[in-house]
């Protein structure tokens, strides 16, 4: 998922990390500082239309490095969300940076999360802007609950609850999409989703070369 900078709200420095507040912390979480940068994936491509295996070996090396690796990639892609199979990978992991609308920012990562929403009666379906870094260059609306929680596990195994309301609550919802086999692209009309796709045909060689400038960056 793609971030709307306009949320972001800088005298708000209030930081939840894996659901828990902090005093302090870094605008680089220190795993992308370990991390190394990975190619996103794109849609049509057939890792993001299917459903992510479940992840079964906790506390591994590997585990370990994708999370630092998918870190460092949401932040050159200006990511506020980013799922395994965005870089190619089908486990049911994804990793977050991303503000609430109380601005609030909410960092971590969850393995093989189970999403949860408010009862069809008690929910509130909210249209806004919505972008994903596997769709570069394109944003639409998609109606989302504004309230979301996804039960998984650390990478240690240890249970974890996130809590997500507003912008935050999308990202939970949009992440959880990839790991089933979705993007954003299959909530949308058919002339909506056409027209996505026309936004990034136009965008996505401009996208690119942002990330490509963003990375290159990193290694000066």
Known sequence: MTVHHERLRPVDRRVRVQGR?????????????????????????????????????FGTPELSALIDDMFLTMYVAD?????????????????????????????????????DLPDPGSRRLVDDSEGCLSVPGAAMAVPRTDRAVVRGYDQDGDPLVIEGTGYFARCLQHESDHLAGHTYLDRLSKRDRKEALRQMEVRQEDVFARRAAKAADLDR
Do not use: K, M
């Open 79 to 115: 990511g506020a969300g980013l799922a395994a199979n965005q870089v190619g990978v089908d486990l049911r992991l994804f990793v977050y940076d991303c503000p609430d609308d109380s601005g609030i920012r909410h960092v971590g990562h969850i393995v093989n999360p189970v999403l």
């Open 21 to 57: 507040p902090v005093d302090t912390y870094p605008d680089l979480p220190p795993e992308a500082q370990r991390g190394a940068v990975r190619r996103v994936t794109v849609v049509g491509e057939e890792v993001l239309s299917r459903p992510c295996r479940e992840v079964t070996g």
